[in-house]
Every structure is written in C-alpha cells, then in structure tokens.
C-alpha cells in the first residue's frame, strides 16, 4: 500500500468519525444556544456556542483542502483518477482537483439535485473503474452533506427560538391585522363617531 493510498485511508476515517461526532454532539450545543435564548441573550454563551460553528466551517475547510491535495498524490502515484464526459482518462492538476474537490462538494450540499439534473461545476468526472475512489468520493460527500444539514436545521431551529422568545418578551410587536378587518372596524366605528358629532 503506497502513502498517498494510506492517507486517503486515514483522511476517509477521520471524516466519518468527524461528521459522526458533529451529528451527534450537536445537540449539547443546541442546549447551550436554548439556555442562551432563556436567560436574556447571553454574551457569553452565544460566543461560546459560535465558536463551535466556526470549528465546524474550519473542519470543513481542511477536509476541503485535504481531499484536494489526496488526489494530487494519488495521481503522483499513478493511480488513474479522473475521466473526461467521453470517458478519456485525464490527469487534473491542482486546479482541476480543486474544482473536482468543489463539485463533489456541491452535490453533498444540494444532495440528489445536481445528480439528477446531470449538472457539474467541473469539467472532469471520477473514474468509476476504480471502485474504491468511488467509495472515497461518497465519504467525502456525505461528510459534506451531514454536516451542512446539520448546520441548516441548527440556524432554522435557532431563528424559531430567537422569535418565539422576543415575543415572550415584548421585543417583537404583534402583528397588524390585515386591510379587509381593519377597514370593516372603521366601518364600524364610523357610526358612533357620528353620533358624537351630532350630539
């Protein structure tokens, strides 16, 4: 087994074991965020559970870079990678690596969509002869896809919270009824401004 075949082992490792921690701990910092919507906006209780957010879009960032240059070192190697759309094997430099690198990540965001629709932001696909890149390839989508899910819920759920506690509050002033019920209760109300007139 060659070094670069060993580092994309271990980074294949670190990655599941990184989006099975980020899956599952989470919730200790969905905690941490509800205590700081109860008790007033804490300071320093959204600073600490921000920097779990920045830890995470840093990780994702390394990965990035790392799968990036794992492919450059399985190339260097001889392992045959990539494919252009009529199936001619290609040799991706460092910008196509990252471009391919870009576009796997993507499809992990948007999931099935760009699948579907056949859409690609690269102009080089994998080489499917090699299984096991294949497999390499869907670890590093479905790190990708776990954890922006996760960090999409996590600001949905914290945008609810957020809301629902200004209106415990009073921060949030209520809601103006609509034009049709407000004109009826001028209408309403139009009678006995008359009343007061004439009197």
């Not at 390394?62 to 009529?86: H, K, P």
């Not at 670890?139 to 415990?168: C, D, H």
Request: charged content about 20%; overall charge positive.
């Amino acid at each position: 087994m060659t070094l670069s075949l060993t580092f994309a082992l271990l980074l294949s490792v670190a990655m599941i074991v990184v989006a099975v921690l980020t899956w599952f701990y989470h919730d200790t910092k969905h905690r941490d965020l509800d205590s700081w919507v109860q008790y007033g906006f804490s300071v320093d209780t959204l600073r600490h559970a921000l920097l779990y957010y920045r830890s995470m879009g840093i990780s994702m960032l390394v990965f990035y870079v790392l799968f990036t240059v794992s492919c450059l070192l399985l190339q260097s190697d001889g392992y045959q990678l990539f494919v252009y759309r009529n199936g001619e094997p290609v040799t991706a430099g460092p910008l196509g690596s990252a471009m391919f690198t870009f576009d796997l990540v993507l499809r992990g965001g948007f999931f099935d969509i760009m699948e579907h629709f056949e859409m690609s932001s690269s102009p080089i696909l994998m080489n499917r002869a090699n299984s096991w890149f294949v497999v390499y390839c869907f670890v590093f989508r479905i790190y990708y896809a776990l954890t922006l899910m996760r960090i999409l819920v996590s600001f949905v759920w914290i945008w609810v919270r957020i809301r629902r506690a200004r209106e415990a509050y009073g921060l949030t002033p209520p809601k103006r009824a609509g034009l049709r019920r407000r004109g009826l209760r001028l209408r309403l109300r139009s009678p006995r401004r008359d009343r007061s007139t004439s009197s």
